[in-house]
């Protein structure tokens, strides 16, 4: 608890660039405020990233990439720039999700062309290493770059702040790296679940820490990552996904109602009903594999749905990626919808491909 409050401290000090925001009217916002838009609004995940050369050279100015995540007026600088190419509805902070367990003192490092490596934690005994205390220094340096952003964007621009969630970020910090089946984490869950929980209530404590920082700077939204939902049993998945989400979004409405939160449960299409309905969030990005009909249930819902072009769609180009936004739109127009990708933009993909994509989505092209 004293640890919390040694950053809620911090964050106290974050000087408040929201105020000045409210009478702003971001048409991103409107499928939450029960507003269905056509055009949808619309961003990409990773729209900042190794596709275009722009972020490139700054990613080469910065050093490492968690140097680029460090330094707010670089990190500002590459959230940016999809937004002066493509003018999307909303921005992302740029930043990672390992930032956090960076934070707590397991030191996050990326070798160059390959994924993260950390020295992994596999049992209780690893988990003293952590300390939330420390982290509330690094975390200002996010909450920084978010300010900077809120000043720099277009007014009309919405601007999502994130984290992961507990469940993947934890999968990093257990594995050490990325992997395929998450196979340690989940060994450790099945093991001892107590030892497991105390990892995962470090994470939901860290992210209840974190998030409120980043909404005073200035994010309009919030979006949790839980990029490895899918590969949980369905009692797991309440467990280590569905719990932990609940106590983020409890903790952020709480103290900040106005501000919606999309969930990203990646892989778990067939139990979003029970992830919206587990955890409360305002929306749900849906990965490229859940069906448009179960999108649209959840709109009819109540609940904004955002999604889910398939990202490999968008480095194929053509009659192929026309066709398969047309039926997006077909399907979602009307509805509580944010157009997006199913997962992240990969670094093959054709900066014009981006174009053609907006224009379709916007009905110019
Ligand atoms: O420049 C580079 O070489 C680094 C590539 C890169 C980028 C551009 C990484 C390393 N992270 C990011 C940025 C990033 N990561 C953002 C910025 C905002 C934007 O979308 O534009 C966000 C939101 C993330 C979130 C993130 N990081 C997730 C969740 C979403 C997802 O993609 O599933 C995950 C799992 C990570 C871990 C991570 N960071 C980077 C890599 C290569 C990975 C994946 C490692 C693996 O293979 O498991």
Not at 292 to 319: F, K
């Amino acid at each position: 608890m004293k640890d919390v409050t040694a950053v809620q401290d911090l964050t106290a000090k974050t000087t408040s660039s929201r105020v000045s925001d409210t009478s702003v009217s971001r048409r991103f916002l409107k499928p939450f405020a029960g507003e269905s838009l056509s055009p949808p609004p619309m961003w990409l995940m990773r729209q900042a990233g190794r596709y275009l050369p722009e972020y490139r050279a700054t990613r080469k100015e910065a050093g490492s990439f968690l140097d680029l995540c460090y330094n707010p007026k670089l990190a500002a600088e590459v959230t940016l720039q999809p937004i002066r190419r493509y003018g999307f509805d909303a921005s992302i902070l740029f930043s990672d999700i390992l930032v956090v367990p960076d934070a707590l003192g397991q030191r996050v490092t990326f070798a160059e062309g390959e994924g993260p490596r950390l020295q992994p934690i596999r049992e209780v005994a690893g988990l003293a290493r952590l300390s939330l205390s420390n982290a509330g220094e690094k975390f200002a340096i996010v909450w920084e770059t978010v300010a900077r952003l809120r000043q720099d964007l277009p007014k009309d621009t919405a601007l999502i702040g994130f984290c992961g969630a507990p469940w993947t970020v934890a999968t990093y910090m257990v594995e050490g790296q990325g992997s395929s089946d998450q196979g340690e984490a989940r060994g450790w869950a099945y093991r001892d679940p107590a030892g497991f929980a105390q990892l995962i209530d470090i994470l939901t404590d860290a992210s209840i820490a974190y998030l409120p920082g980043q909404i005073k700077a200035g994010a309009d939204v919030i979006q949790i990552f839980d990029s490895w939902a899918g590969s949980l049993a369905e009692n797991q998945f309440q467990q280590w996904v569905v719990l932990p989400t609940a106590r983020i979004v409890a903790a952020l409405k709480a103290a900040h109602p106005e501000v919606p939160i999309i969930g990203f449960p990646k892989g778990a299409a067939a139990q979003l009903q029970h992830f919206v309905a587990g955890t409360n969030v305002d929306g749900v990005s849906c990965d490229t594999s859940c069906p448009l009909g179960v999108m649209q249930a959840v709109a009819a819902r109540g609940t904004v749905a955002q999604g889910n072009l398939d990202p490999l769609l968008l480095v194929a180009g053509g009659a192929a990626l026309d066709r398969r936004v047309d039926e997006i739109l077909d399907a979602m127009t009307g509805k509580r919808f944010i157009f997006n990708l199913g997962h992240g933009i990969v670094p093959e993909t054709p900066p014009e491909h981006v174009a053609q994509l907006v224009n379709r989505v916007r009905r110019n092209g």
